[in-house]
């Protein structure tokens, strides 16, 4: 149950900002009506919320107070705006403002809104191949990477679809569709704090799948869909300033931070672009299979065993990173490399080329994150090679220029 809501700790001072649904939001006068909650996440609440100024449907991600100071998101986003005429691949920026709560103040950003990923793939009859899908979005972190932005972050959950027709969603045909969201009714254990510090209730997330289900039962069948890059939360300017901590899920995590992170707990050390090509290895085979590359049966854990995984599939090991295990280096080989892949042999025939796409993997999961080919390189890997993507309308442009 507390899984399906973010937990009420989370309303204080310094935390989430209060919202209700029908709440008005924005730079004065306020534009954004929220409509329903889209999900949370360590750091935000995400709310559907219609703009009563532009008739348009958006995305208001509200960031806890505490965090919201520091918050670099809405520069990067704005950084990778694509041109009207150019099919984005990064979450569009609409607006950005701040919010004052009893909490603190809390940056909003306004953005699209998007299905993630995950539920679009398990939409029955989708059109668009998984290869192409992966093209997009490798072609997504090409562009961040040639505006000069390291993602940080790369995960299934992190990857969206855009939505067919947002603007013509309304909060009336919404709950009509799908029926009102269960709430929890808060109540504070203390009776002095101030109510207006938390909402009067937690609201389980929007079923977007099911309402895009309902309300564009074709969505899948009918045009391949445009990804979308998102939560650029743990994204930095590789040329301005120095790495944020690195906010990688562990099983996207590249080892140069996992190996300073066994050292140092508190400190992810440097990383850039090319960790950014680790995660993204990682993410591309699970857009694949529907698997985890390095989830072993019992998950993993921040360990040395686990990094002593990540050295098995690249087949080799620093020096020094085996001095601090206290193992031999000359015992990851490219053999023992061969055996890892062979576990990971692609046997589901609706994968085109799923040699083709481990033998890319292997390129891109190399310890040495100098030797790792850039997010461009793999777009040119004959693994994409003859790729048709009548829907999305883009080409490949090694110069990026379009998006100038
Ligand atoms: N534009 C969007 N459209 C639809 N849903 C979204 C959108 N942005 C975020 N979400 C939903 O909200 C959740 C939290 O968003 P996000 O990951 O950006 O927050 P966060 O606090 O930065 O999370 P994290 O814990 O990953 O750092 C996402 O997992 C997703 O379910």
């Known amino acids: 149950m507390e899984e399906c809501y973010e937990n009420s700790s989370c309303y204080g001072p310094g935390g989430l900002c209060p919202v209700r649904v029908g709440d008005l939001l924005g730079p004065d006068p306020p534009r954004y009506r929220v409509a329903a909650k889209l999900g949370w996440g360590s750091y935000a609440t995400v709310w559907l919320a219609r703009d009563i100024v532009g008739s348009k449907t958006v995305a208001l991600k509200i960031v806890e107070a505490a965090s919201s100071q520091g918050s670099t998101e809405a520069a990067i986003l704005g950084r990778l705006r694509a041109p009207p005429s150019v099919e984005p691949l990064v979450l569009q920026l609409f607006d950005a403002f701040t919010v ?41 972190v090409a562009f961040m990477h040639a505006r000069g932005i390291a993602h940080g972050g790369e995960s299934p959950t992190n990857i969206g679809v855009a939505l067919p027709e947002p603007d013509a969603f309304s909060e009336i045909k919404l709950w009509k569709r799908i029926g009102a969201p269960d709430v929890i009714p808060l109540l504070a254990s203390d009776p002095t704090r101030d109510p207006a510090s938390f909402p009067p209730y937690i609201c389980e997330a929007l079923d977007l799948t099911e309402f895009v289900r309902q309300w564009v039962p074709d969505f899948a069948t009918r045009s391949p869909p445009r990804a979308r890059i998102l939560d650029l939360g743990s994204a930095y300017a590789v040329d301005d300033s120095p790495p944020p901590p690195c906010g990688c899920p562990l099983l996207f995590r590249p080892p140069e931070v996992i190996f300073q992170q066994l050292l140092d707990r508190a400190n992810s050390g440097p990383w850039d672009c090319r960790s950014d090509i680790w995660s993204l290895a990682c993410l591309l085979y699970e857009i694949a299979t529907g698997g985890c590359l390095f989830g072993g049966s019992m998950g993993a854990s921040l360990n040395d065993s686990h990094l002593k995984r990540l050295a098995r599939a690249s087949g080799s090991l620093p020096d020094a990173w085996a001095k601090h295990l206290s193992i031999s280096a000359t015992q990851y080989t490219s053999e023992l490399a061969d055996e890892f892949w062979k576990e990971r042999e692609i046997s589901d025939k609706t994968i085109e080329d799923g040699l083709g796409l481990l033998q890319l993997l292997r390129r891109m999961l190399v310890i040495d994150p100098a030797r790792r080919p850039t997010a461009e390189e793999v777009l040119r890997d004959p693994y994409f090679d003859g790729l048709q993507d009548p829907g999305v309308g883009v080409e490949l442009d090694p110069a990026f220029t379009r998006y100038s």
């Open 100 to 140: 004052t709560s009893p909490n603190g103040v809390h940056q909003v950003l306004v953005t699209e809104p998007v299905m993630l990923l995950q539920d679009y793939l398990s939409l029955p009859g989708r059109r668009m191949t998984t290869r192409a899908l992966m093209r997009q979005v490798v072609e997504g």
